[in-house]
């Protein structure tokens, strides 16, 4: 799958998850995950080309262990600057839906 406008929003808001200390998750980066704000390995099929036309992937999850059991809430709109953790900027992220610059899944 040819994507140029990778990484999508999953969606555009955060996603409250009960995590276990020492446990270990992975993150969606891509944001074409059915599973948000999990991979589900649909990164595999996403790539783009270089300027010579070869195809590149581009996207892995973002594996995270838990420092201890509690409720953080994680990105889905892939815009955060603390990934996988949000920071709001899903705001700012509607607002690109809105005017075409980002691509938004759910
Ligand atoms: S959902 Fe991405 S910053 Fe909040």
Redesign the pocket.
């Known amino acids: 799958m040819h994507h140029s406008k990778l990484p999508i ?1 999953s969606k ?3 996603t409250a998850v009960m995590v276990e200390e020492g446990k270990t998750y992975a993150w969606c980066t891509c944001g074409l995950t059915e599973k948000p704000p999990f991979c589900d390995a649909s990164h595999k099929v996403c790539w783009t080309e270089d300027e010579e036309g070869n195809a590149i992937k581009h996207f892995v999850s973002k594996k995270f262990t838990a420092e201890k059991t509690e409720e953080v ?1 994680l ?6 600057s603390t990934p996988p953790f ?5 705001h700012g ?1 509607k607002q690109k839906v809105a005017d075409g610059s980002l691509v938004q899944k759910h």
Do not use: G, L, R
């Open positions: 929003a555009c808001e955060p809430w990105c889905n709109c892939k815009q955060t949000c920071d709001d900027s899903h992220a």
